[in-house]
């Protein structure tokens, strides 16, 4: 069972990833932005499973939640231009466009948990479950003050 589940989120993650692959190619800044976010919470499901003891924890997975987050703050501040803030698909804020310094201080909060994650995971990912709980609990402590400040529900 705990098997299954492990998998269930290995291949969510693999399916972000690889609409992200696919968006990146797309030239569409809001189905870009989207799929990243889609992979930072495929990231923030398995990394929250492992850590609620609902998925097993191995360094491999640790890794891979982390990769995926740190590479979605270094791309998703990009995603932005003007014009792309009225799409009626899009949960963005209109704060990103009118106060986009306060928005690059949460994407900036965001880049520093994911790349102190990211850095501490070396080349095999966290030992163990208290190692990455150690880097990945900072990481999901910055998604709310930017969805609360800068995404619409
Ligand atoms: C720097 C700001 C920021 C941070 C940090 C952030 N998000 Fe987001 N997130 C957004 C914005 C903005 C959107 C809306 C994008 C759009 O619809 O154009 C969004 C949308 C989403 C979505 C919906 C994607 C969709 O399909 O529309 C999910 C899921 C999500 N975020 C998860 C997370 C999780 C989990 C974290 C923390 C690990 C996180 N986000 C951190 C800004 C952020």
């Not at 990394?47 to 609902?54: A, I, V, W």
């Not at 740190?70 to 949960?91: I, Q, R, V």
């Not at 790349?115 to 208290?130: N, R, V």
Request: hydrophobic share 50%; charged share 20%.
């Amino acid at each position: 069972m705990r098997f299954l589940k492990y998998g269930i989120a290995v291949a969510a993650l693999a399916a972000a990833s690889l609409s992200l692959n696919a968006a990146a190619a797309s030239d569409d800044p809001v189905a870009d932005r989207k799929a990243v976010m889609q992979s930072v919470g495929a990231a923030a499901g398995l990394g929250g499973g492992m850590l609620k003891g609902q998925i097993e924890y191995t360094p491999a997975a640790g890794k891979a939640a982390i990769s995926t987050m740190n590479a979605a703050a270094h791309t998703f501040g990009g995603l932005f231009p003007d014009g792309s803030d009225m799409a009626d698909n899009s949960t963005a804020a209109p704060a990103i466009w009118d106060d986009r310094a306060g928005f690059d201080a949460e994407l900036a909060k965001f880049a520093a948990a994911t790349g102190a994650a990211a850095k501490a995971s070396g080349k095999e990912g966290p030992a163990d479950l208290d190692a990455f709980k150690a880097v990945f609990g900072p990481v999901l402590g910055t998604c709310k003050s930017c969805h609360e400040g800068f995404r619409v529900k």
